[in-house]
């Protein structure tokens, strides 16, 4: 779908989707840490399309499941009980994600 949006060269969408890209690259914090954060950052917002999409950029940059337990219990004291449905839909892609990778192995 970003492609298709992309291909209509908007310029403040193309600037927009340039700037997310470049926020994630590597720089004085590592990418890795930088999709942890938009995790938390997505719990938080109640976002489960933005949760999704990093949940397997972390797996994508070498995430264990100790650290994305750690992260969620982040979003969860930071947004509060209403993070709970979203953290359960996590799980359940994350599961989904951990059996893929099992099944390719």
Not at 16 to 44: I, N, Q
Not at 85 to 91: D, I, M, S, T, W
């Amino acid at each position: 779908m970003n492609r298709k949006i992309l291909d209509e060269e908007n310029l403040e969408i193309r600037r927009f989707f340039a700037l997310d890209d470049r926020a994630y690259r590597e720089g004085a914090l590592p990418t890795r840490t930088k999709e942890l954060l938009g995790l938390v950052a997505s719990l938080v917002l109640r976002c489960d399309d933005c949760v999704s999409y990093h949940l397997v950029r972390c797996r994508e940059e070498g995430v264990s499941r100790a650290e994305l337990f750690e992260t969620f219990s982040v979003g969860l004291v930071v947004g509060g009980s209403i993070v709970i449905p979203h953290l359960r839909r996590a799980v359940d892609l994350l599961e989904e994600l951990e059996e893929e990778g099992d099944a390719q192995e």
